[in-house]
């Protein structure tokens, strides 16, 4: 076991099993004795198959799951429910449309019982940032897919966590205006360097991003089986960095492990078809 208190967010060691789906009196186990940590100021991807775990163990990181066996730390503390030192960006929508962007924005301050013109200028400010400045009372409906992920991450970042845990959040996008985004999210994560866990299916989002890739092995049982520092240099444009030979170099690595993995994952969805 490593030194915990070193990390802003460890999962050491951790299995989680379900009941099946198929059969009750059957167990499945989607992670086995995965072991991830973070540091804090540092951006971690993880990819693997599709349906491997990997949103199983970000659902752990906040604190939504509980795991059968091992131990979840917060900065060297003992995780027991909801982690309060993070915000989660989800891969659906969390807006509720019955909410202005505004008001989506503000909604975890208020909560917090932060006064309300205090959040509000803080929710313009926020709003400003990603691109949506002048936007503020616009309802869901009345914004773009891209515009609406602006809003969910300011809604995400205003809360200024210590930990940002994001699955897949720019999955549904088309590609310029998913880089857009990507191109943003790095901006703002420079400003404060808060640590990030970030779940992709995407590698060439996961190399452009990120400090360190972690591969899991497809599922069951899936466990990390490659770890990549990813050395390219920053600042960083997602789309620009791509021609960098560093990153074709660490592209054709990371493929080379996950190639298998990807296969074996797509050949248990044919079967279980």
């Known amino acids: 076991m490593q030194a915990s208190s070193h990390y802003a967010l460890a999962l050491d060691n951790i299995t989680c099993t379900f009941a099946s789906r198929d059969n009750r009196n059957a167990r499945y186990t989607a992670v086995k004795e995965t072991s991830l940590f973070i540091a804090p100021g540092e951006f971690v991807s993880v990819v693997g198959p599709t349906g491997c775990g990997k949103s199983t163990l970000l659902n752990v990181g906040a604190g939504l799951l509980q795991p059968s066996s091992g131990a979840v730390t917060v900065f060297g503390e003992k995780l027991a429910g909801i982690n309060r030192r993070a915000g989660y960006m989800f891969q659906s929508e969390a807006l509720m449309p019955w909410r202005s962007a505004l008001d989506n924005v503000t909604a975890g301050l208020a909560f917090r019982g932060v006064p309300k013109g205090e959040a509000r200028e803080r929710g313009e400010e926020w709003l400003k940032r990603v691109g949506l400045g002048g936007f503020g009372d616009r309802y869901p409906h009345q914004l773009s897919g891209g515009m ?17 845990l994001m699955d897949e959040p720019f999955s549904a996008l088309d590609i310029q205006t998913r880089q857009l985004m990507e191109n943003e999210l790095l901006e703002l994560w420079a400003a404060k360097r808060k640590a990030v866990l970030f779940i992709t299916h995407d590698l060439d989002e996961a190399i452009s991003m ?3 890739v972690v ?19 920053r600042p960083r444009d997602v789309a620009e960095i791509r021609s960098h030979p560093r990153f074709v170099e660490l592209h054709a690595q990371i493929w080379g492990v996950l190639r298998e993995e990807v296969l074996k994952g797509y050949q248990q969805q044919l079967t279980a078809v």
């Open 148 to 164: 609406r992920k602006r809003v969910g991450m300011a809604q995400t970042l205003i809360l200024d966590p210590d930990i940002i």
């Open 210 to 212: 990120s400090d360190r």
């Open 215 to 233: 591969v899991l092995s497809a599922g069951p049982g899936t466990h990390p089986i490659g770890e990549f520092t990813i050395d390219l240099p």
